[in-house]
Structures are given as C-alpha cells and as structure tokens.
C-alpha cells in the first residue's frame, strides 16, 4: 500500500489550507500504519474514521467559504465534488459500523481522492484567487 507523502507541488498558495491538507495526509498515513497488522483496535480505528470525516468536512467548509467570498465561478462543481466525497465515506462509515473492515478501501478512496483533489481542482481555485487579488 503506497503512502501518501506530501509534497511541495501539492502546495495550493494558501498556507492555511496547505496547512489542512497536511494534517489529512497524517490522517491518511496513521490509517496506513494499523493495516500493517491483521487487526487493528476498533476504538482506534474509530477515532482515525470519525476524526477525519469531522476534519475533512471543517476543511470543505472553509474552503468554500473563501472561494464564496471571491466569488469563484467553478463554486457550484467544486462544492459538488466535496459533497459526493462526504457521501462516499459517509456509506464507508456505515459499513465499519457494521463491524466490516473497511480499512483498505478508506485507505484507498483517501488517498486516491485527496491526491487527484488538492491537485487539480484545489490548486486551480486558489491559483484564480492569486489572480483576482492580482
Ligand atoms: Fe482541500
Ligand atoms: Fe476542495
């Protein structure tokens, strides 16, 4: 399972949201660390599920919030991918309820997400932000 590390060409501009981005990477590597055992702890796993579907959806909210205030003319789809994303882990999270272990296809739907995300429709709003401010 390949890990996620961040680097410099993720970066959007915005420190803040680079910021955020960094700490769903450590989200993202910590779910890697327990599929390196057969079972990992229900209560970690827990934590790690509920932590990052509260931590992702604060980021989307503030993200939106900043392309709201500059008016950002893609808002609607950018908003879209972030509500389809919410749906996705959302219907993970019900089956970890169902005691399944889901460990290896959050692992997979994070970091495939997140990587093609921060990459081509994050950094293309915050570069529009770096021209309209001019
Ligand atoms: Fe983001
Ligand atoms: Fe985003």
Redesign the pocket.
């Given at each position: 399972m390949a890990k996620f590390t961040w680097s410099s060409d993720l970066e959007?501009g915005d420190q803040n949201?680079d910021y955020?981005?960094k700490k769903?990477v450590n989200y993202i590597n910590l779910l890697e660390t327990t599929l390196k055992t057969k079972e990992a702890p229900q209560s970690l796993l827990k934590n790690i599920i509920f932590g990052i579907i509260d931590y992702a959806e604060f980021?989307?909210t503030d993200?939106e919030v900043i392309l709201t205030t500059i008016d950002y003319p893609h808002l609607q789809m950018h908003q879209k991918a972030h509500t389809d994303f919410v749906e996705q882990i959302q219907k993970l999270k019900s089956r970890f309820e169902n005691n399944e272990d889901i460990r290896r296809d959050l692992h997979l739907l994070l970091t495939e997400w997140?990587k093609s995300?921060?990459n081509q429709?994050?950094k293309r709003a915050f570069a529009f932000i770096k021209t309209a401010k001019g």
């Open positions: 959007t949201v955020q981005h769903i980021h989307f993200e997140f995300h921060i429709e994050d």
